[in-house]
């Protein structure tokens, strides 16, 4: 000690030789890396801390973990996962066309579906997959069982956890507005440069119906409450250990029930709101039965699947009258026919399967999946998402 403060110029020589040598050696790992792949120099500033020790990941470095998206739409979810990862050379991130990935499949580890139908003859092909993978929740697509036979797992990125149930709920919010307020006689207006019309309606001291009490539901129900509006909802097991408490629950809905209470509530409704999983149980389940239950007038919003719906009968129930307009974030088929007769009625909304692609919950589900990547290249639990089989 007495050596260092006699010698104070000898310690500076030492610490300004120290930070050179760390200079350099980063300076040349950075140039390896950009050379490798084009990455600009603020890639590494992100820490590899958490997933592998600096020697494991250079090592790693030759063994890439292969990461698929299939299809081109929903484009923000390959964009945002490729920025993520994009300072880990050692995951590689590709996207193909739906109609390619049958003939690619077999090069990859993990597989995100979009909207992209996983059937068996496809899972048969995917030799090196470890798991599929939903950008959200929805595995309906998925053969879960053919999945499992190969070894594979298959999983969903909880909506309760990302924003994607808020998204969602604020979509469904902004379907029942629209169709109250007469969105599309709206626009026939202002072209016409007419004022005052058309008269709408209110949402408050209005009962709305929330079929599927789940994740969406609950956050749906949230912020319903301030509306001041009556909510009933179903949910098949009202003890599932994901729900709120029993006072939040008693809080949020003035009408508990069950599957029996379907048409009861849809018949109380005003509006009715889908947020159900798409099964074998639940397809069609807003058939004609259902919308006759209804009241005349009342209004339906979708933004689950566009499988809940039989189309026959929504379309009987819109031309009659007795169905008081629809609002559909999901259809039967995707992308939708622009010209499909249920879109010329002006008591009628669509979107392009956007309500819960929002910048908040598209970047958590990329950090979501790009950490799922890291951890299963590094041999780690995978952590974030909730494994079905």
Same mark, same amino acid.
């Given at each position: 000690m007495l050596f260092l403060h006699s010698?104070?110029? &000898?310690?500076?020589?030492?610490? #300004?030789?120290?930070?050179?040598?760390?200079?350099? =050696? !980063?300076?040349?790992? /950075?140039? $390896?890396?950009?050379? +490798?792949?084009? =990455?600009?120099? &603020?890639?590494?500033? /992100?820490? &590899? #801390?958490?997933?592998?020790?600096?020697?494991?990941?250079?090592?790693?470095?030759?063994?890439?973990?292969?990461?698929?998206? $299939?299809?081109?739409?929903?484009?923000?979810?390959?964009?945002?996962?490729?920025?993520?990862l994009e300072s880990y050379p050692f995951i590689k991130v590709d996207e193909v066309a739906l109609d390619e990935v049958s003939?690619?499949? %077999?090069?990859? %580890?993990? $597989?995100?579906?979009?909207?992209? /139908?996983?059937?068996?003859?496809?899972?048969?092909?995917?030799?090196?997959?470890?798991?599929?993978?939903?950008?959200?929740? !929805?595995?309906?697509?998925?053969?879960i069982d053919a999945a499992t036979k190969h070894k594979i797992k298959v999983a969903r990125i909880p909506g309760s956890t990302t924003g994607n149930a808020a998204s969602c709920a604020e979509m469904a919010i902004y379907f029942m507005l629209g169709l109250l307020r007469k969105q599309k006689e709206m626009e026939i207006a202002v072209k016409q440069k007419n004022l005052g019309v058309p008269v709408g309606e209110?949402?408050?001291?209005?009962?709305?119906?929330? =079929?599927?009490? !789940?994740?969406?539901?609950?956050?749906?129900?949230? +912020? =319903?409450?301030p509306f001041g509006v009556k909510i009933l909802a179903t949910k098949r097991n009202w003890a599932s250990v994901s729900m709120p408490s029993n006072d939040e629950v008693d809080y949020l809905v003035d009408k508990k029930?069950?599957?029996?209470?379907?048409?009861?509530?849809?018949?109380?409704?005003?509006?009715?709101?889908? $947020?159900?999983?798409? #099964?074998?149980?639940?397809?069609?389940?807003?058939?004609?039965?259902? &919308?006759?239950?209804?009241?005349?007038?009342?209004?339906?919003?979708?933004?689950?699947?566009?499988?809940?719906?039989?189309? #026959?009968?929504?379309?009987?129930?819109? %031309?009659?009258? %007795?169905?008081?307009?629809?609002?559909?974030?999901?259809?039967w088929t995707e992308p939708f026919d622009p010209e499909d007769p249920i879109l010329q009625f002006p008591n009628v909304l669509i979107s392009p399967h956007i309500a819960g692609v929002t910048e908040h919950s598209y970047r958590a589900m990329a950090k979501v999946v790009g950490d799922v990547a890291l951890q299963l290249h590094a041999g780690k639990p995978l952590e974030g998402i909730e494994i079905v089989n």
């Open positions: 010698q104070p110029r &000898l310690v500076d020589i030492l610490a #300004s030789t120290a930070a050179q040598m760390i200079g350099v =050696l !980063g300076h040349t790992l /950075r140039g $390896c890396v950009r050379r +490798r792949r084009g =990455l600009p120099n &603020l890639l590494l500033n /992100r820490s &590899l #801390s958490g997933y592998a020790g600096m020697g494991d990941v250079i090592e790693n470095s030759h063994k890439v973990t292969n990461l698929l998206f $299939c299809s081109p739409h929903f484009p923000a979810a390959t964009n945002y996962t490729k920025e993520y003939d690619v499949i %077999h090069k990859y %580890h993990i $597989c995100v579906v979009k909207n992209r /139908r996983m059937d068996a003859l496809t899972i048969a092909k995917a030799v090196q997959m470890k798991l599929i993978m939903q950008y959200g929740v !929805g595995l309906d697509g998925v053969d209110n949402l408050f001291g209005k009962t709305v119906f929330v =079929l599927g009490f !789940g994740a969406i539901g609950v956050d749906l129900a949230k +912020r =319903l409450r029930g069950g599957q029996e209470n379907l048409y009861e509530f849809a018949g109380e409704a005003d509006i009715v709101v889908t $947020c159900l999983s798409l #099964s074998a149980e639940t397809a069609g389940i807003i058939d004609g039965k259902f &919308l006759a239950s209804m009241k005349k007038g009342s209004l339906l919003v979708n933004i689950a699947r566009g499988g809940l719906l039989d189309y #026959s009968s929504v379309y009987q129930h819109l %031309h009659s009258g %007795h169905l008081g307009g629809l609002a559909m974030d999901v259809t």
